[in-house]
C-alpha cells in the first residue's frame, strides 16, 4: 500500500522539528519559536474527558509564538486572522509562561531547556490540555 506524499512530508518535519528540539539552546523568551502540537484531551463540566488531536479541539497543529509583537499565530493561517494576544509573559528559570484570551482563557508553559510545551484552553463548561514541543527558528 502506497503512503500518501504529503503525510510523509509531514511525518518527516515533525520528526525535524522534534530531533532539533532536543538539542536546542536554552529558550530566553527573545527567539521567534515554532511549536508543533500533539496530543490533545478534552474534558467537560460532567467530569467526561476524552482524547482527541489538536485540530478537532480548534488548535492548530503549527503556531508561531513571535515574543516581540506579543503574539501566537496560526502558521497555515495566510489571511493572518488566527492570532491571539499574549497577554503575559513570566519567565522563570525553567520555565516560560504565557497566557492570553481569546473567547477562551488559555495558558502555554513551554521548558526553557528542552522545548517541550504545553497549553491549556478553558471557559466554564470545558478545557482542553494539548501537549507539543517547540523550537527557535
Not at 3 to 8: A, D, H, S
Not at 29 to 37: H, K, N, V, Y
Not at 122 to 135: I, L, R, Y
Amino acid at each position: 500500500m502506497k503512503k500518501p506524499i504529503g503525510v510523509i512530508a509531514l511525518l518527516a518535519g515533525v520528526v525535524l522539528t522534534i530531533s532539533r528540539v532536543s538539542v536546542a539552546d536554552d529558550f530566553d523568551g527573545s527567539e521567534l519559536l515554532l511549536c508543533a502540537t500533539g496530543q490533545a484531551q478534552t474534558c467537560t463540566r460532567d467530569g467526561k474527558c476524552v482524547f482527541s488531536s489538536p485540530e478537532a479541539v480548534g488548535v492548530p497543529a503549527f503556531v508561531e509564538i513571535e515574543f516581540e509583537q506579543g503574539q501566537i499565530s496560526d502558521t497555515t493561517d495566510v489571511a493572518g486572522e488566527r492570532k491571539s494576544t499574549i497577554d503575559h509573559k513570566k519567565i522563570t528559570d525553567n520555565e516560560i509562561v504565557l497566557y492570553g484570551y481569546q473567547g477562551y482563557a488559555w495558558s502555554m508553559v513551554i521548558s526553557r531547556s528542552n522545548g517541550r510545551m504545553t497549553l491549556t484552553v478553558s471557559n466554564e463548561d470545558e478545557g482542553f490540555v494539548v501537549f507539543g514541543a517547540c523550537t527557535a527558528i
